[in-house]
């Protein structure tokens, strides 16, 4: 069987995530637990067969990247595919702020309509798009062996919903922490859902996107 193994991994912690506060497409860094985070998933996947890593270009997820990378020597590069949601004028708002600046634009954020975008952002029909679009392009060059995407929250969230078949509206009910371990089965078919939210190697439960 043509099959690739993908193991899925959300940035580590950043001040942003904390304060719930959109980030999209700024570029922030790990914060302090990010950076052990890091390198607990880094540890937890120290005697995995890895073929390659890849890694949205954003700091928080190459940061998260390179920690891996170090441990398990091997070749690690960015894609701009695997970048978190664009959110537009959203981003470096709070989910408080959000509301309360654009009370219509956050009813129709959080109805999760698949052809809405912010202002200057990405629908989640694009990002769907973008993100299968990677996948695929880069599942199909590691045939036979075990590749790493490190990348965010919304991110996850669609690969998720790809494995499961899960619609862009469904609400969600699965977990999307800091640098949770999650595994995927890839074939030119589609993405089989093999494990999700590991944090067994984190000593306390990482902070869950609520709003990908």
């Given at each position: 069987?043509?099959?690739?193994?993908?193991?899925?991994?959300?940035?580590?912690?950043?001040?942003?995530?904390?304060?719930?506060?959109?980030?999209?497409?700024?570029?922030?860094?790990?914060?302090?637990?990010?950076?052990?985070?890091?390198?607990?998933?880094?540890?937890?996947?120290?005697?995995?067969?890895?073929?390659?890593?890849?890694?949205?270009?954003?700091?928080?997820?190459?940061?998260?990247?390179?920690?891996?990378?170090?441990?398990?020597?091997?070749?690690?590069?960015?894609?701009?595919?695997?970048?978190?949601?664009?959110?537009?004028?959203?981003?470096?708002?709070?989910?408080?702020?959000?509301?309360?600046?654009?009370?219509?634009?956050?009813?129709?954020?959080?109805?999760?309509?698949?052809?809405?975008?912010?202002?200057?952002?990405?629908?989640?029909?694009?990002?769907?798009?973008?993100?299968?679009?990677?996948?695929?392009?880069?599942?199909?060059?590691?045939i036979g062996a075990q590749m790493v995407l490190v990348a965010h929250g919304g991110v996850m969230d669609i690969l998720y919903?790809?494995?499961?078949?899960?619609?862009?509206?469904?609400?969600?009910?699965?977990?999307?922490?800091?640098?949770?371990?999650?595994?995927?089965?890839?074939?030119?078919?589609?993405?089989?859902?093999?494990?999700?939210?590991?944090?067994?190697?984190?000593?306390?439960?990482?902070?869950?996107?609520?709003?990908?």
């Amino acid at each position: 069987m043509q099959a690739t193994r993908i193991i899925a991994i959300r940035h580590g912690e950043t001040a942003w995530n904390v304060d719930t506060r959109l980030q999209g497409h700024l570029d922030i860094d790990l914060n302090d637990a990010g950076r052990w985070q890091a390198a607990r998933v880094a540890q937890a996947l120290a005697d995995e067969p890895i073929d390659a890593i890849y890694a949205s270009d954003l700091l928080r997820a190459w940061q998260t990247a390179q920690a891996i990378a170090n441990v398990a020597n091997c070749p690690l590069a960015p894609h701009t595919g695997l970048r978190e949601r664009g959110f537009g004028a959203f981003e470096g708002k709070t989910y408080a702020e959000i509301e309360t600046t654009w009370p219509e634009m956050s009813q129709e954020w959080r109805k999760r309509d698949p052809d809405w975008a912010p202002p200057g952002g990405e629908s989640l029909t694009a990002l769907r798009q973008r993100v299968l679009t990677t996948v695929n392009t880069l599942a199909a060059q590691h045939i036979g062996a075990q590749m790493v995407l490190v990348a965010h929250g919304g991110v996850m969230d669609i690969l998720y919903r790809l494995a499961t078949g899960q619609g862009l509206q469904a609400p969600r009910a699965w977990q999307l922490g800091n640098a949770a371990i999650n595994r995927l089965l890839w074939t030119p078919e589609g993405l089989t859902l093999v494990g999700w939210a590991d944090t067994s190697h984190l000593e306390s439960d990482s902070l869950d996107e609520t709003s990908a």
